[in-house]
């Protein structure tokens, strides 16, 4: 058979308790009175059980409406085989638990009740077919199994209940374990980010310290060389002062390189954030004349405790970045607002925005996209958060901008 055969997937669905409702079905047929014994009431018991068995395999009998019409079938196949079977007499009169349980497993408390309680004119309908005089006979009998068939009814929905009080402290442990889960993987990822910043720390040090030496070495003799250079000699003069530019330009990335090296003293006092936050907006509207820069500050945060040289430094990169990723004529936004023992600053701008492929590696130290980066700014930023006990993250969209989120504790962590 084909894996989509129709016959192959029903077999899937076959679980053991519909086997065992298949043979008590049968038992059922097989203890019925001999005088009873006839297709007709093997055609009743099989559509019985076939709707005790289908119920919850059928999309269509899932929905509110397709319960409800399946308890009135099976109301109207209890009354029918009750009623076939010698009525008052019938030893098929449990069969109206099944209405009953089905209603405490799906329909909660009221829809229990109002189902036991409908069986009651149901199974109390047969004393129309016994005469008046002979109700003394049966009444107490009848009454006897209504009230056993409501309290049957009440322990299956109490039963019903627990178990679904199981199912949602199972599904909330389910949910806080995938949250749990998810911090663990933001947290391990952040450990993985640490020992490569502290990897490539240490290693940029040390080349940074060998190198400040044979660059001064070569600077002072291109100096040399061009005091002691004739004056019509311009070729080797330019040249010398490009070997001076280069030098410079290479000791002031290792000055940079060192910066990322070396470990952070913060130096925190309690400070307005607002003031940092104006000053790194000046400083990076100078860079970037062409951009709008708009302010949203929250005047609930007051000051609190952080190195304000260091996060203007981070405020500083984060504008220049998101004012550069804009279009002459964009704007960017830096918002803040309180949030739960912490202060958020948020950079918003509608430029380019970030590759998804590169999320989780801009934060990384030597990696850039632009032509002339060096790819350390992102990462001290992180840095300077991290040592604050804050966090940074960041949304974006190609085509539509980037939110980056710095989140800054207002007391300083012990």
Known sequence: MAPGNPVKRWIRLIRPQDVVWVILFILLGMMSEEDRRTPSLFVMIAALGAVQILETKIPGMATTRGRVGG????????????GYTHGAESRFWPTLLLPVVSAATTFGGLGTIVVALLTIPIYLSFLLYIPVSDWDTYLPDLLWNVIFLSMAGNLAYILAEDLRAQTREARRAAEHLAAANEQIQQAMEAVRRSDRLAALGQL??????????????????????SNNLNKENEVAREVAGFI???????????????????????RPE??????????????AQREAPGITIYRNYAPEIGPFPFDAELLERVFYNLILNAAQASQTGGAVTVKTRALQGFAEVCVIDRGSGIDPKH??????????????????????VSKIVDEHGGKITVESEPGKGSIFRVLLPLERPA
Do not use: Y
Request: glycine letters at 6%; aromatic letters at 8%; proline letters at 4%.
């Open 71 to 82: 308890l009135i079938i099976k109301f109207i196949l209890c009354w029918l085989l009750i």
């Open 204 to 225: 940029s040090a040390g080349l940074a310290h060998e190198l400040r030496n044979p660059m001064g070495t070569i600077r002072a003799s291109a100096e040399m060389l």
């Open 244 to 266: 001076s530019t280069e030098v410079d330009r290479a000791n002031s990335l290792i000055t940079r390189f060192l910066q990322f090296a070396r470990p952070l003293e913060l």
């Open 270 to 283: 309690v400070a307005d954030l607002t003031q940092t936050l104006d000053r790194a907006v000046t400083m």
């Open 359 to 380: 999320m989780e590696t801009i934060f990384n130290p030597f990696f850039t996209t632009k032509p002339t980066g060096v790819g350390l700014g992102l990462a001290i």
